[in-house]
């Protein structure tokens, strides 16, 4: 199986990042490409970052620069969690990696062409490159054997507004094309997150590790503790890791809903809202909203203290 990644990073993609690099070729599972776009922040700062892991990783896999605003929403980023560089503000986002020219949505095209149904994409961003790439090629949603998105809030409790979570509320009418084009899409809703958060002690065990990916880790995280500080966490909430974790082996999920998801494009209190249809005839979207968190948890341990 390949994947391509689709991310915004952000400290939290950078983990999930590093666990598909590290553990996917273990299970016959490897990165084709890794596409960027706004989100956390701008998307040229997101091609940094992408690099900087890939160096710390030693992998070759190539960049695509994508879509540096929303379709309709004006730009909006999350540097008050992940840093005015989205890695921590440690000073890791520096590389000499150089995103390739062709766009991220012709790449995610191309790609799937070439290995149409033995290519997956996962989606840690807003969804406005796949969302773009799905209008530039409609064959594109039928060739991608799984997408796996970490975004929306099944049970509406938002971190972006009181009802949307940050990837579908920075970009509300992306969203809605591609929960409607695609077929098979696994949905990492943000109160999973939540409900299932990293506990410190695991988080520190990985931070006290020696080795550079490991040192690296640290310095990225030190964000980790101004989120606690803030907002009172009792462990680290990780959705793009919990995400790729899914990807990688879906016998972390514990329970699923079938459901069509309906995203509110609407100008009120619901803009971004992600509501689950369960009466609709074709339910395209499988809702995690319980997984194995340990397991994840020492799939991100193996991935970042080795
Ligand atoms: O709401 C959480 C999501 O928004 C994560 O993907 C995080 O990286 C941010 O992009
Ligand atoms: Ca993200």
Request: net charge negative.
């Amino acid at each position: 199986m390949r994947w391509i990644i689709d991310t915004d990073a952000g400290v939290d993609d950078a983990i999930g990042i590093g666990m598909l690099l590290a553990l996917g070729p273990l299970r016959d599972q490897q990165v084709s490409a890794i596409t960027t776009v706004s989100g956390n922040v701008h998307v040229s700062q997101v091609n940094v970052n992408v690099g900087a892991v890939l160096d710390v990783f030693g992998a070759d896999v190539p960049i695509y620069a994508g879509c540096d605003r929303p379709m309709i929403e004006p730009r909006v980023h999350a540097e008050e969690f992940h840093g005015a560089d989205g890695l921590g503000g440690a000073g890791l986002s520096k590389t000499s990696r150089r995103p390739q020219r062709e766009h991220a949505a012709i790449a995610m095209s191309r790609l799937a062409e070439q290995h149409a149904g033995d290519i997956g994409l996962i989606a840690l961003g807003p969804l406005t490159n796949v969302a773009l790439a799905s209008n530039l090629d409609p064959s594109l949603p039928d060739r991608i054997a799984k997408l796996v998105i970490m975004g929306g809030a099944w049970q509406a409790r938002g971190n972006q507004t009181s009802a949307a979570e940050f990837n579908i509320a920075a970009d509300p009418e992306s969203a809605h094309v591609v929960f409607e084009r695609f077929p098979n899409v696994i949905m990492l809703p943000w109160e999973v997150s939540l409900d299932q958060m990293m506990p410190f002690e695991v988080f520190e065990r990985i931070r006290a590790g020696a080795s550079p990916r490991a040192r690296f880790f640290a310095a990225m995280t030190r964000v980790v503790y101004d989120w606690r500080d803030r907002f009172g966490f009792a462990g680290v909430p990780l959705p793009d890791p919990l995400a790729v974790a899914v990807a990688l082996d879906e016998g972390v999920i514990v329970r699923e809903l079938k459901a069509r998801v309906k995203i509110d494009i609407g100008h009120s209190i619901g803009r971004g809202l992600s509501s689950l249809d369960y009466r609709h005839p074709q339910p395209n979207t499988r809702v995690v909203v319980a997984v194995d968190a340990d397991r994840a948890w020492q799939m991100i341990e193996r991935a970042w203290v080795s």
